[in-house]
């Protein structure tokens, strides 16, 4: 049998702070975060040895989450004595994450110790108890957030309602109102399609006209022009026709007015 070793005096700590984006727009920053952590150390006397941070990143899976795999690795390299989250799920939420993380750490003598939940981290036999009982709600929080997110896309279909964003052609005043024709915009799609239907131009030809044109694609990824890409994306979007999608497959269809004829999409 296999002990684990002692754990450590705690004299040098890191700082592991998580947010995905909604969590950001609640108000769970990292600056929050990081700056109570950082006191809670202060006040117990410990040295931050480095503040790990990832923005934007889910806890369900240690992908994406390229700080964190850095603070494991330098734990490992026995830069710090214990690793200081403002709550266990930051660390982690998926429990077989949790395990084989903290197991890695925990071989090295560092603990993972929560600043909200006393015992978490806890070299006691009430502490390993806390400690299961913490990765285990965690693992539930986020498969019960999935569960409602799912429900909640799926009703919105039902009602012919569309997922995710507004494609160019539409707008939408609010997320429960049906999208309305931008009379422009929709002129511009119309013809995009006719174009390259008819073999007149590329999809780069048509980006180029749009750009010309002062047109502007809605993104979030920082597009501030059309490319080939957009454009494509444009081409091969159900949406145009009155349908409304659900995972990429059409589901039935929805409550705004078309653009395109079936027949010419």
């Not at 999208?179 to 390259?196: D, N, R, S, W």
Request: aromatic share 8%.
């Amino acid at each position: 049998m296999r002990l684990i070793p002692r754990p450590r005096d705690i004299r040098r700590v890191a700082i592991y702070t998580r947010v995905s984006s909604k969590e950001q727009v609640k108000g769970y920053s990292l600056e929050v975060q990081r700056d109570d952590v950082t006191a809670w150390a202060r006040s117990r006397g410990w040295q931050v040895a480095g503040v790990y941070e990832d923005p934007g990143a889910s806890g369900t899976s240690v992908k994406g989450r390229p700080e964190f795999v850095r603070m494991v690795a330098e734990g490992e390299a026995g830069q710090f004595d214990a690793v200081l989250v403002d709550k266990n799920d930051r660390f982690c939420r998926s429990r077989r994450d949790s395990a084989e993380y903290k197991a890695r750490l925990n071989e090295r003598g560092i603990r993972v110790l929560s600043r909200t939940e006393p015992g978490v981290g806890d070299p006691s036999p009430g502490g390993f108890l806390m400690d299961g009982m913490s990765d285990i709600y965690a693992a539930y929080y986020s498969i019960q957030l999935s569960d409602n997110v799912t429900r909640a896309k799926k009703a919105r279909v039902s009602k012919g309602l569309p997922l995710g964003d507004i494609p160019f052609g539409y707008t939408s005043s609010n997320p429960r109102s049906v999208p309305e024709i931008v009379p422009g915009e929709a002129e511009a799609v119309l013809q995009a399609f006719k174009e390259y239907a008819a073999g007149h131009r590329s999809m780069l030809d048509i980006a180029g006209l749009f750009n010309q044109a002062g047109l502007r694609p809605r993104s979030k990824c920082g597009r501030s022009v059309f490319s080939k890409a957009t454009i494509a994306g444009m081409l091969s979007n159900p949406f145009y026709t009155g349908d409304v999608t659900y995972h990429g497959e059409v589901v039935g269809r929805g409550l705004h007015e078309a653009i395109i004829a079936r027949d010419l999409f």
